[in-house]
């Protein structure tokens, strides 16, 4: 899934300066499930501007509400009359809610509550971690389920570099070295000379390089 | 493939080859650099030119080969992959060989993390062991990365990689070795030794598998200047393994830069004799000056002179 991270409440407040009312718009998807932008997090959200404002003598009205989904056009058409009489809308959904958004409400200031991050999943409670670079051509069953594009902080693909050491990478101890958990991997399973194999320069084009990419499905199309 | 490369000269010829690095300054004038060439360049086969090493920006590696080539001086340009996309990795070589450069050195390169731009979005198109092998195939079959032929002047590269046997997975570390040699690597030039007996394990797997036969193994040596010099690779460069009896005798060293020197000649005489080692490749780091005094004392000089 997709892990984002709420802004420092001082930017999110700085882009609805001007602001007298405001609507924050929830995302029951993604990210409810990290627990940065669901239900909950929007009326903390909404609740710690309103204070801030107060504390500096300057009343903000907030309205709420959290879409199903803020990646698909049919949940963002129930904002239609909540957003009619604010200044400002708040997602707390990904960055595609805050396009969604934006481009179905094009004469509304909308602005974004978090950070999208990296598609990843939870490794303990509280704790999520990158898994998928998204670069459009998975190459996991050469690298023992492991992905050194996005694992490897150097997107190796015939690694391990030199800086990888007692099983972590050069740039952090807190890093595992992405070559090692492979190596140790296609090891277990007596897959070492696939590594030897020599892999060919990745085709970039099926990744964000090709410019943004589009997924058709003709067979649940409608019309 | 022979190349016009003097260094491969040598080598092939049997030679043991002697290299150091000439590290370009964060500023705009050669000026240091065409000092350390001149100071070098009867002392050395081959100089490496670094390419923004630990990813801080300094003179472009390919412009400062020039200023080597001007001094007499044969330099080895490094590439790594952590700036460029593979278009101006192709540009920036088909230009270096246009200068004159004959000796390439591709790597991978340090991660922008350590460097004075650590929010740089770095690049990492394609990694080291594919530039090698399209590096080769530019030069065998005269192709462009992308397959299109290259109708005339292809670069023909004497091309070499780097070998650290110091990092992990240990045991990968040869199988590692023998895929670049595999993709094209002709030299190889290691991390900087300080331990001898790991290296000497290398070695044997090395041999072991007669890696030694199909590549030349430049051994890395580094002169330190201090004991903390010496804990500090000890403890916060990644891939470096130190052992604590060269900390504590620069320690109890009168005067430690002398016993630095005493080290690295120490650490030569012994490399000479492992087999398998081709050449030595000394990474005097900001100490450039000590290289001919290291060389000579180490029974390297003079050097020998090729046609």
Same mark, same amino acid.
């Given at each position: 899934?997709?892990? *984002?991270?709420?802004?420092?409440?001082?930017?999110?407040? *700085?882009?609805?300066?001007? !602001?007298?009312?405001?609507?924050?718009?929830?995302?029951?998807?993604?990210?409810?499930?990290?627990?940065?932008?669901?239900?909950?997090?929007?009326?903390?959200?909404?609740?710690?501007?309103?204070?801030?404002?107060?504390?500096?003598?300057?009343?903000?009205?907030?309205?709420?509400?959290?879409?199903?989904?803020?990646?698909?056009?049919?949940?963002?058409?129930?904002?239609?009359?909540?957003?009619?009489?604010?200044?400002?809308?708040?997602?707390?959904?990904?960055?595609?809610?805050?396009?969604?958004? *934006?481009?179905?409400?094009?004469?509304?200031?909308?602005?974004?509550?978090?950070?999208?991050?990296?598609?990843?999943?939870?490794?303990?409670?509280?704790?999520?971690?990158?898994?998928?670079?998204? !670069?459009?051509?998975?190459?996991?069953?050469?690298?023992?389920?492991? !992905?050194?594009?996005?694992?490897?902080?150097?997107?190796?693909?015939?690694?391990?570099?030199?800086?990888?050491?007692?099983?972590? !990478?050069?740039?952090?101890?807190?890093?595992?070295?992405?070559?090692?958990?492979?190596?140790?991997?296609?090891?277990?399973?007596?897959?070492?000379?696939?590594?030897?194999?020599?892999?060919?320069?990745?085709?970039?084009?099926?990744?964000?390089?090709?410019?943004?990419?589009?997924?058709?499905?003709?067979?649940?199309?409608?019309? | 493939?022979?190349?016009?490369?003097?260094?491969?000269?040598?080598?092939?010829?049997?030679?043991?080859?002697?290299?150091?690095?000439?590290?370009?300054?964060?500023?705009?004038?050669?000026?240091?650099?065409?000092?350390?060439?001149?100071?070098?360049?009867? =002392?050395?086969?081959?100089?490496?030119?670094?390419?923004?090493?630990?990813?801080?920006?300094?003179?472009?590696?390919?412009?400062?080969?020039?200023?080597?080539?001007?001094?007499?001086?044969?330099?080895?340009?490094?590439?790594?992959?952590?700036?460029?996309?593979?278009?101006?990795?192709?540009?920036?070589?088909?230009?270096? =060989?246009?200068?004159?450069?004959?000796?390439?050195?591709?790597?991978?390169?340090?991660?922008?993390?350590?460097?004075?731009?650590?929010?740089?979005?770095?690049?990492?198109?394609?990694?080291?062991? &594919?530039?090698? =092998?399209?590096?080769?195939?530019?030069?065998?079959?005269?192709?462009?990365?992308?397959?299109?032929?290259?109708?005339?002047?292809?670069?023909?590269?004497?091309?070499?990689?780097?070998?650290?046997?110091?990092?992990?997975?240990?045991?990968?570390?040869?199988?590692?070795?023998?895929?670049?040699?595999?993709? #094209?690597?002709?030299?190889?030039?290691? &991390?900087?030794?300080?331990?001898?007996?790991?290296?000497?394990?290398?070695?044997?797997?090395?041999?072991?598998?007669? +890696?030694?036969?199909?590549?030349?193994?430049?051994? #890395?040596?580094?002169?330190?200047?201090?004991?903390?010099?010496?804990?500090?690779?000890?403890?916060?460069?990644?891939?470096?393994?130190?052992?604590?009896?060269?900390?504590?005798?620069?320690?109890?060293?009168?005067?430690?830069?002398?016993?630095? +020197?005493? +080290?690295?000649?120490?650490?030569?005489?012994?490399?000479?004799? +492992?087999?398998?080692?081709? #050449?030595?490749?000394?990474?005097?780091?900001?100490?450039?000056?000590?290289?001919?005094?290291?060389?000579?004392?180490?029974?390297?000089?003079?050097?020998?002179?090729?046609?």
């Amino acid at each position: 899934m997709i892990i *984002a991270q709420q802004k420092p409440i001082k930017d999110i407040a *700085a882009m609805i300066a001007d !602001c007298k009312k405001v609507l924050l718009v929830g995302c029951a998807g993604c990210v409810t499930v990290c627990l940065s932008g669901g239900e909950k997090e929007t009326e903390v959200l909404a609740s710690s501007l309103r204070i801030m404002r107060r504390l500096q003598g300057n009343h903000l009205e907030t309205v709420t509400y959290t879409a199903t989904r803020q990646c698909d056009p049919e949940y963002i058409e129930a904002l239609e009359n909540l957003v009619k009489d604010v200044d400002a809308v708040v997602s707390l959904a990904c960055g595609v809610g805050v396009q969604y958004i *934006a481009e179905r409400f094009h004469d509304k200031w909308v602005v974004p509550a978090q950070n999208t991050m990296f598609v990843g999943g939870s490794t303990a409670h509280g704790v999520w971690e990158e898994r998928c670079g998204l !670069c459009g051509d998975c190459i996991l069953h050469r690298t023992g389920g492991i !992905c050194p594009i996005i694992r490897c902080s150097k997107s190796i693909l015939n690694g391990p570099c030199g800086g990888s050491q007692y099983g972590k !990478c050069e740039i952090s101890k807190d890093v595992d070295c992405a070559w090692q958990l492979i190596y140790d991997r296609m090891k277990a399973l007596g897959k070492l000379d696939k590594l030897l194999e020599i892999q060919p320069p990745k085709d970039w084009s099926k990744s964000r390089d090709g410019g943004p990419r589009k997924a058709i499905r003709e067979d649940v199309m409608i019309g | 493939m022979k190349t016009e490369s003097k260094l491969q000269k040598l080598l092939d010829s049997g030679h043991f080859a002697v290299t150091a690095e000439i590290g370009p300054p964060k500023h705009a004038s050669a000026h240091g650099i065409r000092h350390h060439a001149h100071m070098l360049k009867d =002392y050395v086969d081959a100089t490496n030119i670094t390419d923004c090493q630990t990813a801080i920006v300094r003179l472009s590696s390919i412009a400062s080969a020039v200023h080597i080539l001007d001094c007499g001086l044969e330099p080895i340009v490094q590439m790594t992959c952590r700036d460029r996309n593979r278009i101006a990795i192709q540009s920036d070589l088909l230009g270096a =060989y246009s200068l004159g450069v004959r000796n390439l050195l591709c790597l991978s390169g340090d991660h922008q993390k350590f460097g004075n731009e650590p929010s740089a979005k770095n690049v990492y198109d394609i990694d080291s062991i &594919q530039l090698i =092998y399209l590096m080769r195939r530019m030069r065998e079959e005269k192709l462009f990365f992308s397959g299109e032929p290259i109708k005339e002047h292809e670069p023909r590269f004497f091309i070499g990689a780097v070998a650290n046997p110091f990092a992990d997975p240990f045991e990968f570390r040869v199988a590692r070795l023998e895929k670049k040699v595999e993709a #094209g690597a002709e030299f190889i030039q290691t &991390q900087c030794i300080f331990d001898m007996e790991r290296f000497e394990r290398f070695m044997e797997m090395v041999r072991e598998r007669g +890696i030694h036969e199909r590549v030349h193994i430049l051994a #890395g040596v580094t002169p330190l200047k201090s004991w903390r010099a010496a804990k500090y690779l000890q403890t916060s460069v990644s891939g470096m393994i130190v052992p604590d009896d060269i900390v504590e005798r620069l320690k109890k060293a009168e005067d430690p830069k002398r016993e630095g +020197i005493e +080290i690295c000649i120490e650490q030569i005489k012994h490399i000479r004799n +492992i087999p398998g080692v081709h #050449g030595v490749h000394i990474m005097a780091i900001a100490w450039e000056e000590v290289v001919p005094e290291i060389v000579e004392r180490s029974g390297l000089f003079p050097r020998p002179k090729v046609e």
